[in-house]
């Protein structure tokens, strides 16, 4: 089983800066890819993000590219996300996922394992 454990959330004002973490423990050795999805209140949750863990191979949904950047740390089994420039319809709760198929999906179905997600709230 795998586990995902978000932090980093918390309230700036438009144009800061946060970064999000992202634990993953358990048995990782089928972890082949990893992504950030947000889902505001009302809305359906959409893709952010995505990241090989093997070859950092990187996508980004196009409401957020230019401002944030993913990575990950395979040692620590963290994933990141730097998101600067936030603007107040960056406000969402922030899930990170994984799943056992190295193929970048924006589409939240495919991914197998995630956490319990990370407020960020943008005021401006």
């Known amino acids: 089983q795998v586990q995902l454990v978000e932090s980093g959330g918390g309230s700036v004002q438009a144009g800061g800066s946060l970064r999000l973490s992202c634990v993953v423990s358990?048995?990782?050795?089928?972890?082949?890819?990893m992504g950030w999805f947000r889902q505001a209140p009302g809305k359906e949750r959409e893709g952010v993000s995505c990241?090989?863990?093997?070859?950092?191979?990187?996508y980004y949904a196009d409401s957020v590219k230019g401002r944030f950047t993913i990575s990950r740390d395979n040692a620590k089994n963290t994933l990141y996300l730097q998101m600067n420039s936030l603007k107040p319809e960056d406000t969402a709760m922030y899930y990170c996922?994984?799943?056992?198929?190295?193929?970048?999906?924006?589409?939240?179905?495919?991914?197998?394992?995630w956490g319990q997600g990370t407020q960020v709230t943008v005021s401006s």
């Open positions: 996922a994984a799943r056992s198929v190295s193929i970048c999906s924006m589409w939240s179905a495919v991914f197998d394992y």
């Open positions: 358990g048995y990782t050795g089928n972890i082949h890819l």
């Open positions: 990241i090989t863990w093997s070859g950092g191979i990187t």
